[in-house]
């Protein structure tokens, strides 16, 4: 079935670090893929979103590619600050459904 | 900006009672979705409604049921609760238009202790 792996974290950089989160998918058909942000104590928010292949979806310093080639849409940013520690979940849509599947999500700490 | 309003942000019962969780978003969305998060484990779809009265099972339905009689509103229910879902839960919204390039919406979750 459907499934969203992510690179396993905790991750801790410094500040001003490029940062790369990776995360492949397996789907039937083109799935439209999302990045989510989930600050302490809140709910997720939407980072970015990319629908097709070859797409890049960018937000908030953040870009991810869609590489159908090799099913991944890795998340980066070029200079990471502390207000970026959070938890990032990779989603990806499921064809003929309305649900998402989601990573298991990764927790990023910014050290300043 | 899509507004998702859940009902508590922390709430505490014992072992035993019936809960309820309540959802409610403000954009006339037709999807709803609630979900337990879990370290190591993610997040885990428990149930979902496509329309008013209509649900599905998601991948952990177990010990819960829904309840959507309005459109607007969807509500999570422990019918008889248990310390193993002591959990945080999170509600999403989502419009059907536009397919799957559509995303959820997301509160800003409760967090559930079963004593």
């Known amino acids: 079935g459907d499934s969203v792996t992510q690179m396993e974290g905790p991750v801790t950089l410094s500040e001003e670090a490029f940062l790369t989160i990776n995360c492949t998918y397996t789907a039937t058909g083109y799935p439209s893929l999302f990045w989510y942000v989930q600050y302490p104590g809140e709910g997720l928010q939407l980072l970015l979103k990319a629908t097709k292949a070859d797409d890049k979806g960018s937000n908030k310093g953040f870009e991810a590619t869609y590489r159908k080639e090799t099913t991944s849409f890795h998340l980066e940013k070029g200079s990471v600050q502390v207000s970026d520690s959070a938890v990032y979940f990779c989603?990806?849509?499921?064809?003929?459904?309305?649900?998402?599947?989601f990573g298991q999500g990764t927790r990023l700490t910014i050290n300043p | 900006d899509v507004k998702v309003t859940q009902s508590s942000r922390y709430l505490v019962k014992r072992t035993g009672e019936k809960v309820f969780l309540e959802c409610v978003q403000d954009?006339?969305?037709?999807?709803m979705f609630w979900y337990r998060q879990d370290p190591g484990l993610g997040l885990r779809l428990i149930y979902f409604?496509?329309?008013?009265?209509?649900?599905e099972k998601g991948d952990i339905p177990e010990g819960y049921s829904v309840s959507r009689e309005k459109k607007e509103r969807f509500s999570l229910i422990l019918e008889s609760a248990s310390t193993n879902q002591t959990s945080m839960y999170l509600c999403a919204s989502r419009s059907r238009q536009g397919g799957s390039n559509q995303p959820q919406h997301f509160g800003d979750g409760t967090r559930l202790s079963i004593l």
């Open positions: 989603a990806s849509s499921i064809q003929g459904a309305q649900k998402l599947v």
């Open positions: 409604s496509y329309d008013v009265k209509m649900k």
């Open positions: 954009m006339d969305h037709e999807n």
